[in-house]
């Protein structure tokens, strides 16, 4: 049965299970949730300009919201495209760079997505029609997520090239062509180290 995987018959959640977790750890979630926003519900992306971590941490019925709210939003993706051919890419949003960057600073996860989401945005602004970007950094700072980091930008580019969504010469990458609409767009590897290096 190890490494047999079926799709749940119903999600429990308890919310008290939140009240143990560090502030670190909330805030590292809401990576995940402005992810969401950022591909799928321009709504939901207004609904965290509006409010605040403070607002939504403090209130059960919020976090209650927010918590069925992207869990709605992930079965649908997976749901309809289970073994990633199609929609479920769009879940990597802001990954790509992340999971290079967790794997040489041993950054928290959260943290390594709000880097690569910005670091999307960026290239979204660039190779397709979004205009954006600072609107998003702007969220993920609010929610007390880094946006600029150093980091050895060769290194990080030599993990990206090793990366389970490239195609022989490119790299399927996650893009914004507006809030609420992720894409997939295939970045040859050398613009995108040319794109990595003007981090």
Same mark, same amino acid.
């Given at each position: ?13 308890d ?11 909330? /805030? ?7 992810? !969401? ?18 607002? /939504? ?14 869990? @709605?939003i992930k079965?649908?993706?997976? =749901? ?7 929609? @479920?890419r +769009? ?5 790509? *760079?992340? !999971?290079?960057?967790? #794997? *040489? ?5 959260? @943290?390594?997505?709000? +880097?690569? /989401? ?15 970007? =600072? ?25 990206? @090239? ?9 790299? #399927?990458?996650? *893009? ?8 997939? =767009?295939?970045?040859? /590897?050398? =613009? +995108?180290?040319?794109?990595? #290096?003007?981090?």
């Amino acid at each position: 049965m190890v490494g047999t995987i079926r799709q749940p018959s119903f999600l429990l959640y308890d919310y008290s299970f939140l009240n143990t977790l560090p502030e670190d750890e909330w /805030i590292n979630g809401f990576a995940e949730i402005i992810k !969401h926003a950022c591909i799928k519900d321009a709504a939901l992306f207004k609904q965290l300009e509006q409010s605040s971590f403070k607002k /939504i941490s403090g209130s059960k019925k919020l976090v209650g919201d927010l918590v069925e709210r992207n869990a @709605r939003i992930k079965t649908k993706v997976v =749901q309809q495209d289970e073994f990633e051919k199609g929609d @479920r890419r +769009l879940l990597n949003f802001g990954h790509t *760079l992340a !999971h290079a960057l967790e #794997n *040489l600073y041993q950054l928290p996860h959260g @943290r390594a997505v709000s +880097l690569g /989401i910005t670091a999307a945005c960026e290239f979204s602004q660039a190779l397709s029609t979004f205009k954006d970007a =600072q609107k998003v950094i702007d969220v993920l700072d609010k929610y007390g997520l880094p946006t600029d980091a150093e980091f050895v930008k060769r290194k990080v580019f030599e993990i990206l @090239r090793k990366d389970k969504k490239k195609e022989k010469d490119s790299i #399927n990458y996650v *893009l914004l062509q507006k809030i609420g609409k992720g894409i997939v =767009q295939k970045i040859p /590897i050398k =613009q +995108l180290e040319q794109f990595i #290096n003007q981090l």
